[in-house]
């Protein structure tokens, strides 16, 4: 039980909070729950299944490509069949410094 609170309490200290994201390329699977962006903070890996709306990031952009992000873990859906909780939400990008 203390194992998986402390996990949430490390996911927890990663949300709403400017980080540094490298975005590495598109999703263009096409299975179930495909789709969204490739990006790395630091050395972990994440895919972005939802964006919030911005005029910096899209089909046409070319990777890699560095912006600030704040991102949301959620479960549910295909949140809940991603592994090692590495699906997220993006709810704000800006250009990387």
Do not use: H
Request: charge should be positive; aromatic fraction near 14%.
């Amino acid at each position: 039980m203390s194992f998986v609170f402390s996990c949430e309490k490390s996911m927890d200290s990663k949300q709403n909070k400017w980080m540094k994201a490298t975005f590495t390329g598109m999703d263009v699977s096409m299975t179930p729950c495909s789709g969204g962006y490739f990006f790395t903070i630091g050395d972990s890996s994440y895919r972005a299944f939802e964006i919030a709306a911005n005029k910096i990031l899209n089909e046409q952009s070319d990777f890699p490509k560095k912006y600030e992000v704040k991102i949301r873990y959620k479960a549910g859906g295909c949140y809940s069949t991603e592994l090692s909780g590495k699906l997220v939400q993006i709810t704000a990008i800006k250009q990387g410094k």
